[in-house]
């Protein structure tokens, strides 16, 4: 069923004023971002109904539900538009990912975008982890895919404004059962967050952060925490202006809750609270913070799971400090997120028991008490002097604050699904989106007051308090240039605080590595191949940076000889692999000493390279009587030699191998040795254009020193392509190591 109206629906929305088309007769107020307009889980609302029935009929205050629109999204709704992720065309052979965009007081669908999901690690079940961000000043939305792929949709029409592959590009990690981080606004920056292994002094892994100009894409800053973080992580961002400067507050995967200046990408300050990444969503309020986990605590208390603690946030620039204020230890609260009411924490643990604690002292008012379900996942919603709970069995509770702790009002529960997904109110409609279905739920007497975002984030100091230039911000950030082109860098300059102050004074640029500068235009050198630069620009004693990959166009090859690292362009290679000597010449090496690196992807080049042919030496030892997977990724597809289960494989989706369902020889058994040297050939066509495009897929494997074979030991076909992407590597070398060397990329010849 595709939406599903009760039998007052009609009446009701004419009496709300819920018409296509039409203004409400209350106030509006949208719920532009995951946690809402206060980035807090909480509205200004009133008449909202205590209970509803999700089956509908008379007096369930159901205006409508979508029993074909689930998943653990949580929607948006911007300008009478409500925006969710989900899966598209799921269980066939052309299964992607969508944004959908409904209707908001009806529930009709208004457009669909639909993309591929590809080298992603994502299961199709956790697609929509993430949830898209509204930009009231555009009207368009952000969403990052379960493939880190970041697009920029019109809101109004769903028309692709620019995408990022975010994973080829910069080396984003999707992985660990779909945990992808939320997208924040402000004001000309877009800024997401995710485990990258980038490329030269930014190799090893690290929770990054990325701010792009919001209307074309362009990288304005790249920020980070610390190397080597233990988790990927899905804590959402909050801002805030404290004392006079504005923040951006999460939690990382490296277990600390971060602060950053949201135009620079500068780190202020960061409390270390959990051994493993912080998944709940810190709560900011004035100049505190709260925020918990459920993992083990950071010495002295990693024998302890779990804890909730109070940060005291001062000071501006270098002087922003962190206090702690208060920490209760053993509440295990790893995912739902809490809501501030009064001067009390209520907090709802992974086990749906209710804790209430003094916002000041953290002194618990009510512990582990249980009054709905047994598991928990979802936020806490706090509108009209109620707390809505939704919980992950399918239960859902309407909560009162009483002066000893709460009562509760309704509970109740749907008929088929969890709640993964929070609620949310818009427009003084309550949605409850569960993993089958959405509901949409209000009363005819529902009232919602709008809200400003600029007076939201509070007030920062007058620039006049601080007009010295203190930060110099080069952009793009990033970029890939060819050999010989031109790239012409933009600079601002920002105070101590992280706003925007005049540019004045010369402007010095100075090139480390291939390159010239002329003005503010690099030149990159005719004869580069395959390496990098960093421009510095400087006035006085300050100075901000970029960086460009300078890639030449097909054909290239790459023998290692006389190389100590992996190509310096390359993208998520050089952490993982090394130069070593094997056969008595140098190969690369994918070693299996890092923990969480075993399974890995390496890129090569730009992502809008097609029909090309990816081709290269390969070799796996045993080890602990295992062989590894060898691979080679050509336009978002891994050829792959699988060591344990002798078969070879072409795939896209690697978690949900969707081309095994329209080709049955996307698998094959393939028998190989260790310490054998093949041949892997790997050829990629593009057949017609869109929307009839369809993508060949050939393989070939042979002993190497072998005529290669006239036909393709393995071939299989999309009908639902990946049209272009960055050529690279994939290997899995969890015991067993990989070599790989003579490595070729071409353009197709004429014929396969």
Excluded at 179 to 190: A, C, G, Q, S, Y
Aim: with cysteine; aromatic share 8%.
């Amino acid at each position: 069923m595709r939406l599903s109206l009760n039998s007052q629906t009609a009446i009701t929305l004419m009496a709300l004023g819920f018409v296509l088309n039409l203004l409400p007769l209350c106030q509006a107020g949208d719920w532009s971002y995951w946690r809402g307009p206060n980035f807090n889980g909480s509205v200004n609302a009133s008449q909202l109904p205590d209970d509803w029935d999700p089956e509908g009929g008379e007096g369930s205050n159901l205006l409508w539900v979508r029993e074909d629109i689930g998943g653990p999204c949580t929607p948006i709704v911007m300008n009478g538009k409500l925006y969710t992720i989900q899966r598209s065309e799921p269980g066939t052979a052309r299964e992607g990912e969508k944004v959908v965009c409904l209707n908001a007081a009806t529930g009709e669908t208004i457009w669909e975008n639909r993309y591929n999901v590809w080298l992603s690690d994502v299961p199709a079940e956790r697609v929509g982890w993430s949830s898209v961000v509204g930009d009231p000043e555009t009207g368009y939305v952000y969403a990052l895919g379960a493939c880190d792929i970041f697009t920029c949709m019109n809101g109004e029409t769903g028309e692709t404004i620019w995408s990022r592959p975010l994973h080829e590009q910069f080396g984003m990690l999707s992985t660990y059962g779909g945990r992808t981080n939320f997208p924040v606004i402000h004001e000309d920056l877009v800024i997401i967050s995710g485990i990258i292994i980038n490329w030269g002094n930014s190799a090893k892994p690290n929770h990054r952060l990325i701010a792009m100009e919001k209307e074309t894409g362009e990288i304005r800053w790249f920020s980070g925490t610390r190397d080597l973080p233990y988790d990927t992580t899905y804590s959402a961002p909050s801002l805030v202006t404290i004392d006079g400067q504005r923040q951006l507050v999460m939690g990382a995967g490296d277990g600390a809750i971060w602060g950053f200046q949201p135009r620079t990408g500068k780190p202020l300050w960061h409390y270390d609270l959990s051994l493993r990444g912080i998944f709940a969503t810190p709560l900011v309020v004035g100049n505190r913070v709260y925020a918990s986990h459920s993992e083990e605590n950071v010495a002295p208390f990693n024998n302890l799971m779990g804890g909730v603690v109070g940060l005291e946030i001062s000071g501006q620039g270098e002087q922003t400090a962190v206090k702690e204020l208060w920490k209760q230890m053993e509440v295990v609260c790893g995912y739902s997120e809490p809501v501030m009411i009064g001067d009390r924490l209520y907090v709802v643990d992974d086990r749906c028991k209710m804790w209430i604690f003094d916002a000041t002292t953290g002194e618990p008012i009510v512990e582990r008490k249980a009054f709905v379900s047994s598991r928990q996942r979802s936020a806490l919603l706090y509108a009209d002097g109620k707390i809505y709970v939704t919980s992950e069995n399918g239960r859902w509770a309407v909560v009162a604050p009483t002066e000893d702790g709460f009562e509760v009002l309704n509970k109740g529960s749907i008929r088929d699904g969890d709640f993964a997904g929070s609620p949310i109110v818009a427009d003084a409609r309550l949605y409850f989106p569960s993993t089958t279905a959405l509901y949409c739920v209000a009363t005819e007497d529902s009232k919602q007051t709008n809200e400003v975002l600029s007076e939201l984030l509070g007030e920062e100091s007058p620039i006049e308090q601080n007009p010295s230039i203190a930060q110099l911000q080069v952009f793009p950030a990033e970029a890939i240039l060819k050999p010989g082109e031109q790239l012409p860098l933009k600079v601002k300059a920002f105070n101590k605080i992280g706003q925007e102050v005049e540019l004045t004074g010369e402007v010095n640029f100075e090139v480390d590595g291939s390159g010239t500068i002329s003005g503010s235009v690099f030149t990159a050198p005719e004869d580069s191949i395959h390496t990098g630069s960093i421009i510095t620009a400087t006035i006085g004693d300050v100075s901000g940076s970029t960086r460009i990959r300078i890639i030449p166009e097909l054909p290239w090859k790459f023998t290692f000889d006389g190389l100590k690292d992996p190509p310096l362009s390359w993208v998520g290679a050089r952490y993982r692999h090394v130069i070593r000597e094997v056969d008595g010449s140098p190969a690369l090496v994918k070693v299996n000493t890092i923990p969480k690196g075993a399974r890995s992807r390496a890129w090569m080049g730009p992502s809008d390279l097609k029909n090309y042919t990816i081709s290269a030496d390969a070799r796996g030892a045993r080890m602990s009587d295992q062989l590894p997977d060898i691979g080679l990724t050509n336009h978002g597809y891994v050829l792959d030699l699988m060591g344990e289960s002798q078969q070879l494989q072409i795939r896209t989706w690697s978690a949900q191998n969707r081309l095994s369902l329209g080709n049955e020889a996307s698998t094959i058994p393939f028998e190989w040795k260790e310490d054998t040297w093949y041949r892997i050939k790997f050829r990629v066509d593009i057949e017609s254009e869109p929307p009839a495009a369809i993508a060949v897929l050939r393989g070939k494997v042979w002993p190497k020193g072998e005529a290669e074979p006239e036909e393709w030991t393995i071939t299989a076909t999309d009908e639902s392509p990946n049209l272009n992407a960055s050529p690279g590597l994939y290997g899995n070398a969890k015991v067993a190591e990989l070599y790989l060397d003579n490595i070729e990329v071409a353009e197709n010849s004429d014929e396969p």
